[in-house]
């Protein structure tokens, strides 16, 4: 949301405090970051491991794979009080179909 006045689409707000990100996903996605995460990933059979740091996603196996994002405001001020509702954290979800070259 962005501040009364300024248009959508303009203002760039880094994810840091007051604000966190927290990613999470359907179980055949792994979160992490290196090569020792991946390698780990890749023999749990995972489809896919989504890197939180470069939030890149790499393809590990076929399948589909839902990421989940979910960004709290933890200084109240940064948008605007309507209820409490308007406190709670933001949530968004995306299903996507992976596939590794030649499989």
Do not use: C, F, H
């Not at 933890?74 to 979800?93: C, F, H, K, V």
């Amino acid at each position: 949301m962005q501040p009364q006045g300024v248009p959508a689409g303009t203002r760039v707000v880094p994810l840091r405090y007051p604000m966190s990100v927290g990613w999470s996903g359907s179980a055949n996605l792994a979160i992490g970051s290196g090569k020792a995460a991946a390698d780990e990933a890749r023999r749990k059979g995972k489809a896919a491991i989504l890197d939180p740091r470069t939030r890149t996603l790499t393809a590990l196996n076929r399948g589909t794979v839902t990421i989940t994002v979910t960004i709290t405001v933890t200084n109240e001020s940064m948008r605007a009080y309507t209820d409490d509702g308007s406190l709670a954290p933001i949530t968004t979800s995306k299903t996507i179909q992976v596939v590794r070259d030649g499989k």
